[in-house]
């Protein structure tokens, strides 16, 4: 890693710090995170009585979910298809609005190579991933132990192995549709197409493709190895409490399958990204 990458990474990262935007994203992906994780269960659990099912589960199964414990798998299962989409949504608006501002142009023709600029931004994008599982895993684990304190249960925290586990996870999902969305923003010229047609795939075809390999199964070679289908898998393989999936979680791929599928995604479209940028021209 050259100086001139992690100078241009800097200077991505002082941009971003001042873009509105990209802490509306990342904001709203940890508050989503805390509703659907812990706020509704919370009301699902204390709404209930006895062993009565609450929000589709046991009681017994909503409060151990939402014990410091059981973090690693809670705070994974929504990046499947809403964290996902969020950071394909940030990937897109960080490449893509290069093109819109017109600072692409700019910077390719002052300073630093064109490679280093890219890698750069590639670099900014995959620290502000790491930080964000890392400040969304350290969030649920305090809100996990104020909830356990309160219901009087254990507060016994994740083992390392299951900890580091749940943090891999986090990153090669949301790495993963970060990057997919720069590449989109790349190919589209900028971020607004590049959001709405990341968001389409996301949300909606892969889904509809899913659902025709289940009857014309010679197409699932092709579904099995899709972008979500390995998100949902390796989120899904971080289950272990039980209890009903959130949406997107599968449990179609290995975690070893998953992950290698994941990985490659994760070269292809950061590879991708930057051979657009470096060598297409920029009119």
Request: aromatic content about 8%.
């Amino acid at each position: 890693m050259t100086a001139d990458v992690i100078a241009c990474a800097r200077a991505e990262f002082a941009r971003l710090r001042k873009w509105p935007a990209f802490w509306i994203v990342l904001g709203t992906w940890i508050v989503l995170n805390l509703v659907f994780a812990y706020l509704f269960n919370y009301l699902a659990y204390t709404s209930g009585s006895g062993s009565r099912m609450s929000n589709g589960r046991p009681r017994e199964v909503l409060l151990q979910l939402m014990l410091p414990a059981a973090v690693p798998e809670v705070f994974t299962q929504g990046m499947a298809m809403f964290g996902g989409a969020l950071m394909l949504a940030l990937g897109a608006l960080v490449v893509g609005s290069g093109y819109g501002w017109g600072s692409w142009k700019t910077v390719f023709t002052q300073g630093p190579s064109r490679t280093a600029v890219v890698g750069g931004t590639v670099l900014a994008l995959v620290t502000v991933v790491v930080a964000l599982v890392v400040t969304a895993f350290v969030v649920d684990t305090g809100v996990a132990a104020v909830i356990g304190a309160v219901e009087h249960q254990s507060l016994s925290l994740p083992t390392v192995g299951r900890a580091a586990l749940g943090l891999g996870t986090g990153v090669v999902i949301l790495g993963m549709w970060t990057l997919a969305g720069a590449l989109i923003a790349a190919l589209a010229r900028g971020p607004a197409l590049a959001v709405g047609l990341g968001l389409v795939w996301v949300l909606v075809v892969e889904n509809l493709l899913r659902g025709v390999a289940a009857i014309f199964s010679p197409i699932r070679a092709v579904t099995d190895h899709l972008p979500g289908t390995a998100a949902g898998s390796l989120a899904g393989a971080m289950r272990a409490v039980g209890g009903s999936a959130s949406p997107g979680v599968l449990d179609i791929l290995s975690r070893p399958a998953s992950f290698a599928v994941l990985v490659g995604y994760i070269v292809v479209f950061a590879l991708g990204a930057i051979t657009l940028l470096v060598r297409r021209d920029m009119a």
